[in-house]
């Protein structure tokens, strides 16, 4: 074995976003793209010599490759061991956890999330820090800029690791350890909720369904729903990782997760259903003919607490990102903690849950997560929600209707256009912002606006600021429409339209939301004009 030096020259656009570099497969399969930007991580990590990374992929397209290729890089800029999944398979929150758990300096993912994979599919890779959540901008901002200078890349000459075989290998003077992918999550996951109480009520009867979507949580959901939990087997759906996803779009929505939503709204359907994503972080929450907002299960989570052993000491605080509804703040209120208001990014809730100023954490992109780890966690949430309806014995709409009841229903929904062109998204964004300051105490349909403004946040544990997050249109009776374009995407632009208003009369509590909407719906076109722009009629995916 040797170690090689090889000579390259930066690729423009290699900035982080929200989470992590993505591009398609056949940007990351160039030579040299994928060694820049991993070197460019070991050229800003100060004192790694020596320290534990965590390593592991979801399995998609290019993971195998790309891990071989990471572990003899990190042999040859001195890292002394790394724990890699076995098969390379590690979900996002489980990276989180081992991290943790074994004091590791830090640790790479190499996932897109939601994002489609395959040959033409995309393709990603993020570094997490000590904390076990996503690098800060000052961390992401400085791979960026030596992404910019560098010339050179350090890697091993040597065979590659046998990903699929348990114990210890050595790569030079690297040693790698090939974990088993589940035990140490599972292990957490067991000291967080009652797994007796929700193995009972699932043996009376409970019918779930889990549609792990051929991504990387199917051996974590068939290990834990159908192992330690004892769901027949069955109840886990699409649960063999592969490649491309089964050619299908690894994101848990009413969209992308048709098959399940048809289960849950067909006759005879199972009690509860649930879906996760690509890497495993993000979750959807069904009951038989029933959905739940991503916004509405933070606050129902958050109101149910005590009922789960993991937090049945309380709350310190909510944190939710800013297009989340208002849900939370409701339910914060009440318990008589903060919930604080961050940009979107899982990153923003670190600095919160590192200084006990949080215990849950949600975004209205399918994302929930809490102090057990640094990222949001699609199993922990479904796991939350069985321990919650064994605990009650009660139907998931009964839950969600009863909180409606007690805390007025912040009525929601997201609009996505996808794939617009980059330059039109932008132009709308600008033009929208120089009409901000001419709307303040302007009527607009039935209501008047109260503050319109782009979202700014400042740290209040470290001070930091972060700017131009997202635009928010407010209104006095307290809905809301909000603007943002999305960093999660790798071909043209994505603009995400927030809509919310606030509904206390249980009467109303039952309208569908895009009828309840309708003159929000009506308002966002017309301020931002959107289909006179995009030339989008209407969004490509409706939450």
């Given amino acids: 074995m040797s170690f090689r030096t090889v000579s390259t020259t930066p690729f423009s656009g290699q900035k982080p976003g929200t989470s992590g570099l993505r591009k398609q497969v056949k940007v990351f399969q160039q030579p040299h793209y994928l060694e820049n930007f991993v070197q460019s991580i070991f050229d800003v990590l100060e004192g790694s010599a020596g320290q534990t990374l965590v390593v592991g992929g979801d399995g998609r397209y290019y993971n195998r490759e790309a891990i071989q290729i990471l572990l003899k890089m990190a042999a040859a800029n001195g890292i002394g061991r790394v724990l890699v999944g076995q098969g390379g398979i590690l979900s996002t929150p489980a990276v989180s956890c081992i991290i943790r758990k074994y004091g590791a ?62 114990g210890e290998q050595s790569l030079g003077s690297l040693k790698v350890r090939v974990i088993d992918s589940v035990t140490d999550y599972r292990e957490l996951m067991e000291h967080l909720f009652d797994f007796d109480l929700i193995h009972d009520y699932l043996a009376s009867g409970l019918r779930i369904a889990f549609d792990a979507m051929h991504a990387v949580t199917g051996p974590y959901a068939r290990a834990i729903l159908q192992g330690s939990l004892g769901a027949p087997a069955g109840s886990v759906i699409h649960g063999q990782p592969l490649p491309d996803f089964g050619g299908g779009h690894p994101d848990p929505n009413l969209v992308y997760a048709h098959e399940l939503v048809e289960l849950l709204f067909g006759e005879n359907g199972p009690d509860f259903g649930a879906a996760s994503d690509g890497d495993g972080d ?33 709350l310190a605080g909510i944190a939710r990102s800013m297009p989340t509804s208002q849900a939370a703040d409701r339910v914060a209120a009440k318990l008589g903690i903060p919930c604080y208001e961050t940009p979107t990014g899982w990153k923003f809730f670190g600095n919160l849950l590192d200084a006990g100023k949080a215990t849950l954490c949600g975004e209205e992109s399918f994302g929930t997560g809490s102090n057990h780890v640094r990222e949001k966690d699609g199993l922990w949430a479904v796991l939350f929600w069985l321990n919650i309806l064994a605990a009650r014995r009660q139907t998931v709409q009964q839950i969600v209707q009863e909180h409606w009841h007690t805390y007025g229903r912040n009525v929601y929904s997201r609009h996505d256009y996808e794939g617009i062109d980059v330059v039109a998204a932008q132009d709308l964004v600008e033009n929208l912002r120089l009409t901000l300051p001419g709307l303040v105490g302007k009527p607009l349909g039935s209501q008047t606006v109260a503050y319109a403004d782009d979202f700014s946040y400042t740290d209040p ?7 131009k997050q997202g635009i928010r249109i407010g209104f006095e009776n307290g809905s809301r429409i909000v603007y943002r374009l999305s960093g999660t995407g790798t071909q043209g632009a994505t603009l995400r339209v927030y809509l919310e208003q606030f509904e206390p009369d249980p009467a109303n509590h039952g309208l569908d939301p895009q009828t309840a909407l309708a003159e929000h719906i009506q308002l966002a076109d017309h301020l931002a004009q959107i289909r006179a722009r995009t030339g989008r009629q209407q969004p490509d995916v409706i939450t």
């Fill in 282 to 314: 993000r979750n959807m929450i069904l009951g038989r003919k029933f959905y739940v907002t991503p916004s509405d299960s933070l606050a129902v989570l958050a109101a149910n607490a005590h009922w789960v052993p993991g937090y049945r000491e309380g």
């Fill in 105 to 166: 300096y830090g640790g790479i993912i190499l996932s897109a999330s939601h994002n489609p994979g395959g040959p033409e599919g995309d393709f990603g890779i993020k570094y997490n820090i000590g904390n076990g959540g996503p690098a800060p901008e000052k961390v992401t901002e400085a791979i960026y800029a030596r992404t910019q200078q560098i010339e050179q890349y350090r890697i091993l000459e040597a065979p590659d690791v046998d990903l699929d075989r348990l």
């Fill in 461 to 467: 544990i470290d001070g930091s600021t972060s700017s």
